[in-house]
Structures are given as C-alpha cells and as structure tokens.
Antibody
C-alpha cells in the first residue's frame, strides 16, 4: 500500500523559500510508471497543480506557468522522497500543499496535506 | 493547456435521490493507443484531503460505494451518485492527467435538499 508522508514548516516569511518534503513508502520515486506531483489548495478552495517529476531512464520535470522559475522539485532516490522548493513567497502562496502520486497506470495516492501560511 | 469546466457549481439533492455532476475538458483526454480516458473524480470533505473516487473515467477505486459511478469519453464526463446519502455531502472535483499541465475542474458542492 502506497503512502506519502509530508513534512515541512507551516509558516514562512514573505520573500523566503518554502521547503516541503514528501516521503514515499510502498513505491519508489524512481518508478518508471509513476509521477510525483505537488498540488496546492488556496483558502478560496480551488485545486492548483504546481508541478511533477518522473523517471523514465532520466529525470523529467514539468511546472505550472504560475510557479515556473520560482519552483524546483528535487527527487532523492537515496531517501525515496521528493521535495518542493518555492522561493520568493508572498501571501498569495498561502495554501494547503499536497504531494501526490499520479500515474496513468494505476490509481492516485495523496498525502495528508501541509497547511502553509506566508506571513511575517 | 486543457481547461476543465464543471457544472453545476452547486447542487442540492434530497436523500435517496440521484445527483449528477458534469465535467467538460477543452481537449480530449482519451488515449487511443490503450482506450483510456485520463480523467479522475475526487470527493473532498472539509478539513480532509481529496479522496479518489473514480479513475480512468469509470473505474471505481477500491472501497468506494457502488452508488458512485463515472461515465463519458473524450471531452464530456459525468459523475453520478445514484442514491444520495448524508455522508456524500462534499465538494467534487474532476481532474485530467492526460497531459501537463495537469488541471482540475472548479468543483461542485453537493448538499442535502
């Protein structure tokens, strides 16, 4: 059974970098059939896909236009996890952040979510 | 980019009655090489992460009651709750994972009439 365990701070100051980690059990970040995603949900409620990484002999990355240039996803095969780095945060980045395995080959699995507030 | 449009925004249905939610994608999410629609339905209750209900447009996730069903293909999809129960009060989202950027519908809030 695949499970994702999220960790990271719930409060980040404006202009700083948000760093979250998603630990994987029951699957591998290097799986050739899965993609590892970050998704957020703003206080207004909508779900926004942020980006993903996946391994198909090489590592690939896709990012939403809204965060491209500010966001990096780092896979770490040695720890079987992947992380999100979002720099220059503003109050508009306040949201619940979810990691998720989304695969075209099987059903999706989500983490429990990390509420993040950007405030001084 | 694929835009997902859900309707209605909200829906009030009597207990035991049918609830129908529609989702339209701006481009097809059907993969002809394997006959799969990369369309998922989620249920979200307050304070909880989204719960997967349906994937591949019509495959029910393990443990999901059979009153939930998904249908459609290409660009038009439907989630049906055949007999609404009190525990089904939630917001429902459709989601395409056919191509990046992945995208979600705006959500449909289901309430009891």
């Amino acid at each position: 059974q695949v499970q994702l365990q999220q960790s990271g701070p719930g409060l980040v100051e404006p202009s700083q970098t948000l760093s979250l980690t998603c630990g994987i059990s029951g699957d591998s970040v290097s799986s050739n059939s899965a993609a590892w995603n970050w998704i957020r949900q703003s206080p207004s409620g909508g779900l926004e896909w942020l980006g993903r990484t996946y391994y198909r002999s090489n590592w690939f990355f896709d990012y939403a236009v809204s965060v491209r240039g500010r966001m990096i996803i780092n896979p770490d095969a040695s720890k079987n996890q992947f992380s999100l780095l979002l720099n220059s945060v503003t109050p508009e980045d306040t949201a619940i952040y979810y990691c998720a395995r989304i695969s075209q080959a099987t059903s999706a699995v989500w983490g429990r979510g990390t509420p993040v507030t950007v405030s001084s | 980019d694929i835009v997902m449009t859900q309707s209605p925004d909200s829906l009030a249905v009597s207990l035991g009655e049918r609830a129908t939610i529609n989702c339209k994608s701006s481009q097809s999410v059907f993969h002809s090489s394997n006959n799969i629609n990369y369309l998922t339905w989620y249920q979200q209750k307050p304070g909880q992460p989204p719960r997967l209900l349906i994937y591949w447009a019509s495959t029910r996730e393990y443990g999901v009651p059979d009153r939930f069903s998904g249908s459609g293909s290409g660009t038009d999809f439907t989630l049906t709750i055949s007999s609404l129960q009190a525990e089904d009060v939630a917001v429902y989202y459709c989601h395409q994972y056919y191509s990046a950027p992945l995208s979600f519908g705006g959500g449909t809030k289901v309430e009891i009439k």
